[in-house]
């Protein structure tokens, strides 16, 4: 698996990356560009959320190992 393969996607197999730049001007954005946006920084939300639950967990049991 490549870095690449992670990345979000515009749609289902397009091929395309989405991206969204943070503080970026809004104002020439459709309401179907804010809801493709949203669904991207939310999908970029919930694997964040899930890398950080692995790497805490990874610490945990780390921790459990080495205090014995």
Same mark, same amino acid.
Request: charged share 35%; proline share 4%.
């Given at each position: 698996?490549?870095?690449?393969?992670?990345?979000?996607?515009?749609?289902?197999?397009?091929?395309?990356?989405?991206?969204? +730049?943070?503080?970026?001007?809004?104002? /020439?954005? #459709?309401? @179907?560009?804010? %809801? $493709?946006?949203?669904?991207?920084?939310?999908?970029?939300?919930?694997?964040? +959320?899930?890398?950080?639950?692995?790497? /805490?967990? #990874?610490? @945990?049991?780390? %921790? $459990?190992?080495?205090?014995?």
């Amino acid at each position: 698996m490549t870095e690449q393969d992670d990345r979000p996607r515009s749609g289902p197999g397009s091929g395309k990356t989405a991206s969204h +730049e943070i503080g970026q001007p809004l104002d /020439a954005l #459709s309401v @179907a560009e804010f %809801d $493709a946006r949203i669904a991207l920084l939310r999908d970029e939300i919930e694997r964040l +959320e899930r890398a950080r639950a692995a790497k /805490a967990a #990874s610490r @945990a049991a780390a %921790d $459990a190992f080495f205090k014995k």
